[in-house]
T-cell receptor, first 109, second 118 residues
């Protein structure tokens, strides 16, 4: 079955440092979405990527979708304390959506 | 508040009891999803509806779980004969869209119902 893995599982960074999380699927994806979940909160949509090799930016966040549509990454430049939370990717295969295992980001002021 | 609403927010039940959760999606959204999330894990897909039609149900869902969306608006998720392994956060999400597969547009999640089976 479809599996979606994320690395790293945890990341502690000093405020101002960059952060990257990687998402890898065992199968080719139709699209991939990224969500952020604050501690005690619910997942909040960040972005959706559909095209092979697609790159999208949202202020300090850069999202990439791999050429083979099996992997994706989220990069945050100059982290802030407001970036704290768990970042999940959600990959859609044929009629099936699988969330990744998540990367928990802790930002040290 | 026009977001996705879930009730109750917390439920503690004894093993073997039945529980029912309710989800009210964003009013114009055709699609409604149920997920289960345990501590430290990503949301796990349970089922989804296009209006009142249940289009997919995870194989992980035992026959103790049932979901309905009778009028294409709110949805209920029932768990019969609860077990301790059912303890989790149950999340509901909704999204617009009439065509294409599940989660092909932005999904809006509710705050969830935290179930504890003792």
């Amino acid at each position: 079955g479809q599996q979606v893995m994320q690395i790293p599982q945890y990341q502690h960074v000093q405020e101002g440092e960059d952060f990257t999380t990687y998402c890898n699927s065992s199968t080719t994806l139709s699209n991939i979405q990224w969500y952020k979940q604050r501690p005690g909160g619910h997942p909040v949509f960040l972005i959706q990527l559909v095209k092979s090799g697609e790159v999208k930016k949202q202020k300090r966040l850069t999202f990439q979708f791999g050429e083979a549509k099996k992997n994706s990454s989220l990069h945050i430049t100059a982290t802030q304390t407001t970036d704290v939370g768990t970042y999940f990717c959600a990959g859609r295969g044929y009629q099936k959506v699988t969330f990744g295992t998540g990367t928990k980001l802790q930002v040290i002021p | 508040d026009t977001g996705v609403s879930q009730n109750p927010r917390h439920k503690i039940t004894k093993r073997g009891q039945n529980v029912t959760f309710r989800c009210d999606p964003i009013s114009e959204h055709n699609r409604l999803y149920w997920y289960r999330q345990t501590l430290g894990q990503g949301p796990e897909f349970l089922t989804y509806f296009q209006n009142e039609a249940q289009l997919e149900k995870s194989r992980l869902l035992s026959d103790r779980f049932s979901a309905e969306r009778p009028k294409g608006s709110f949805s209920t998720l029932e768990i019969q004969r609860t077990e301790q392994g059912d303890s989790a956060m149950y999340l509901c999400a909704s999204s617009p869209g009439r065509t294409g597969g599940p989660m092909n547009t932005e999904a809006f999640f509710g705050q969830g119902t935290r179930l504890t089976v003792v």
